[in-house]
């Protein structure tokens, strides 16, 4: 089995910044891309950015220079390094991952729990 388990989350004043991490662990032989998503209530959920494994990385439009995105493969962690967040940031932030399993030939992508992220003063 993998798990991806978050943590970082919280409620932070409009301007403040958080980090979030998500390690994944269990039979795996490969990470491949990781990512963060987040869905606000009422919305669907939306990539915030994602990195490959070699550190290529993508952003939505709206987190561009207040967002960065991270990883130590070794630990098979992701990192969010989230800054000048507004209330508009407000929403759970889940953590993905393509992991290739000990044993099998294929990719699956798997999913963390949810941490929530709340932007208010």
């Known amino acids: 089995q993998v798990q991806l388990v978050e943590s970082g989350g919280g409620l932070v004043q409009p301007g403040g910044s958080l980090r979030l991490s998500c390690a994944a662990s269990?039979?795996?032989?490969?990470?491949?891309?990781m990512g963060w998503y987040r869905q606000a209530p009422g919305k669907q959920r939306e990539l915030v950015a994602t990195v490959t494994r070699g550190g290529g990385t993508v952003y939505a439009d709206s987190v561009k220079g207040r967002f960065s995105i991270s990883r130590d493969n070794a630990k098979n962690t992701v990192y969010l390094q989230m800054g000048s967040l507004t209330p508009e940031d407000t929403a759970v932030y889940y953590c993905?991952?393509?992991?290739?399993?000990?044993?099998?030939?294929?990719?699956?992508?798997?999913w963390g729990q949810g941490t929530q992220v709340t932007v208010s003063s």
């Open positions: 269990g039979s795996i032989f490969r990470v491949n891309g």
């Open positions: 993905n991952a393509g992991v290739i399993r000990e044993g099998l030939g294929y990719e699956r992508v798997y």
